[in-house]
């Protein structure tokens, strides 16, 4: 099972819905949850027991920014029921007007169940600051969590939930897990620094939806790629893919969904096998036989070629009836050395008739041309080798079929 960790913010503040959560809503949350028989998570195990497969679910309430509702509303329920969390801090705000005072911060801090952690010092776009203004906003919440508290917390969030990898690189070496704000369950695979919440508000509080996203289970991999999370104009779209384990079940039910021009939409996914050798057969070319995929494949083994294509000879030949316009002139598509008076005396030329196509693996992820050095032919005989693009090559290759 795992880890499945909810965010807040503010409480009863109705000003702000995207933030916000009405508290009677938030009590209701917390029944539905001891309803459903999920216990609430200790986060001082993710120390003990992080890199453990979890034999249960549990559910982790986290808290982002300290906002003075949090502490006039929420902070007496969880404390009431002795419901761990933690609170993430941004240092800069503290004691500001809607914000909570160090004070009451040392008193959360204080209890068993109350964890506090870094949230940064100004709460900015981290991923929009210098490098080195990044370093100093860090390094000032730091040292003002050492001044007050005694220690810097070991719990990170990112703002807004957004980090790239040089951000996430430097948080790894000073804090021991940070979260984001990407939706999921934490389970042995996951990123100790790259950590899923579900975000809840006015929105995406209600209780159907919250019923819903509790009863998640977590989705296994191995990796991700890329290792860059965050998207500029050089890597967007980016080439995202999912390794995942040997055997593992349900794959096929896997939906993506893309935001691409503001509107969610369900996106294409693939599963890519390792496969060496693929064959494209064109589904307007309808006179195609089984034997020919075979002998073709097997030509395509025995020769060891990068590429092969299926060809029938040519009705038309370049040295002899094939023309083009070159300075208002035409003129014959290739020269012979010698004269061609008859179209027999031309050299044989073949056609591609679009039927088969065989790559290797390497030869198709190469983006090279079609026909190269390494290319071989299967020939097709002519009258099957018609390939339909038109209205009239339906109407001919029905008949042709009809009187087979």
Not at 120 to 128: A, E
Not at 176 to 200: M, T
Not at 228 to 236: R, S
Not at 276 to 296: F, K, M, Q, W, Y
Request: charged letters at 30%; aromatic letters at 16%.
């Amino acid at each position: 099972m795992g880890i499945l960790v909810l965010m807040y913010h503010r409480f009863n503040e109705h000003k702000y819905p995207s933030t916000n959560i009405e508290m009677n809503i938030f009590e209701d949350q917390i029944r539905i949850i001891k309803k459903s028989n999920y216990k609430f998570y200790d986060p001082v195990n993710l120390t003990r027991n992080f890199t453990l497969p979890k034999k249960e679910k549990k559910i982790l309430v986290t808290i982002d920014d300290a906002f003075s509702s949090f502490y006039n509303h929420a902070w007496p329920f969880l404390k009431k029921h002795q419901i761990p969390f933690i609170l993430f801090v941004s240092t800069e705000a503290v004691g500001n007007f809607g914000y909570m005072s160090w004070d009451q911060i040392k008193e959360i801090e204080k209890e068993t169940f109350g964890y506090i952690g870094n949230h940064s010092h100004s709460h900015d776009y981290l991923v929009d600051l210098e490098k080195k203004d990044f370093l100093n906003d860090i390094k000032k919440s730091k040292k003002k969590f050492i001044t007050e508290l005694g220690y810097n917390p070991i719990f990170f969030s990112y703002p807004f939930g957004e980090y790239n990898s040089y951000i996430k690189d430097y948080i790894s070496q000073n804090f021991k897990y940070s979260f984001g704000q990407h939706s999921g369950v934490i389970d042995v695979n996951k990123d100790a620094f790259e950590l899923p919440r579900f975000a809840i508000n006015e929105k995406y509080g209600d209780l159907e939806r919250f019923q819903f996203l509790i009863n998640l289970h977590p989705l296994q991999f191995k990796k991700l790629k890329p290792y860059e999370k965050f998207l500029n104009k050089i890597n967007n779209p980016p080439n995202f893919s999912v390794e995942f384990f040997d055997k593992q079940k349900n794959l096929e039910n896997i939906n993506c969904f893309s935001d691409e021009g503001n509107m969610w939409k369900k996106a294409e996914t693939y599963f890519k096998k390792q496969y060496s050798t693929i064959v494209d057969l064109d589904a307007t070319s309808p006179l195609r036989e089984v034997g020919d995929i075979h002998n073709s494949l097997k030509k395509f083994k025995s020769e060891k070629c990068a590429n092969l294509i299926t060809v029938c000879k040519s009705r038309k030949n370049p040295y002899f009836n094939m023309v083009e316009k070159i300075n208002d002139k035409f003129v014959l598509v290739k020269e012979s050395k010698i004269p061609i008076i008859r179209r027999q005396d031309a050299p044989e030329i073949y056609e591609m008739n679009a039927y088969i196509y065989i790559w290797s693996r390497s030869q198709l992820l190469s983006n090279d041309q079609l026909i190269n050095k390494s290319t071989s032919c299967y020939i097709m005989p002519e009258h099957r080798s018609i390939d339909i693009d038109s209205d009239d090559d339906f109407r001919y290759v029905e008949y042709l079929m009809k009187i087979k």
